[in-house]
């Protein structure tokens, strides 16, 4: 399963890939050049791994981020354009949310405690949402998966302040923060907050800004 492509296409520093993101821009994520939210078969999409990963090769950079798993790196070849990742439940104080690492080494010890145990915990949302993770010791192990770690969709988080939230947040190693994000479906509906008090956060404390569609279907 851990073949020799697989582990040394991983061995990019966390570095490497901030530096690469850090050079996107926001028409790369509005004009469908970067896709960095995308899910599979492998949690809770109805596309297959490696038939988005086909569509994704004339993207700058996708990353497909399933819910609490990396199997679908595991068992399959990556391209250079996609940047391994993955999406976990977590909850931070009373707030549930959702954490990307991006940029990680799947062959990492430090995120198998944080993996799903079964498929139940990666695409049911009324098992997903009783997670357990520290989200301190999660950052912590993305960090030293030599990853990076970054709030999906924040809008939808219904901390009180998102600035203290964010503040909470950067104190814990977070990394960035999914502000090209498009809130449709459900996610529009439980907004508690606007892309633009999103932005303002994000740049405030000095968080590096990501962007995805959150890609649940057959096609890019």
Known sequence: MYNNFITNKFKKTMKNYKELIKGFTEEDYTEHRVNLHIHTTFSDGRG?????VRQGAGYKAIAISDHNTIEGYLENEIPDNVIPAVEFDVWCGYVFMHLLAYGIDVNSDALKPFLAKSKRETELDIVRIFAKRDIKKLI???HEAGGIAVIAHPACCWAFSLD???KKLKNFGLDGAEVYYPYE???????FHTVAEVKKAAEKHGLLMT???DLHGENL
């Open 185 to 191: 479906r459900h996610r529009g509906i439980i907004k």
């Open 48 to 52: 297959e791994f490696s038939t988005l």
């Open 164 to 166: 203290r939230f964010f």
């Open 140 to 142: 912590a192990a993305i």
């Open 211 to 213: 962007g995805g569609t």
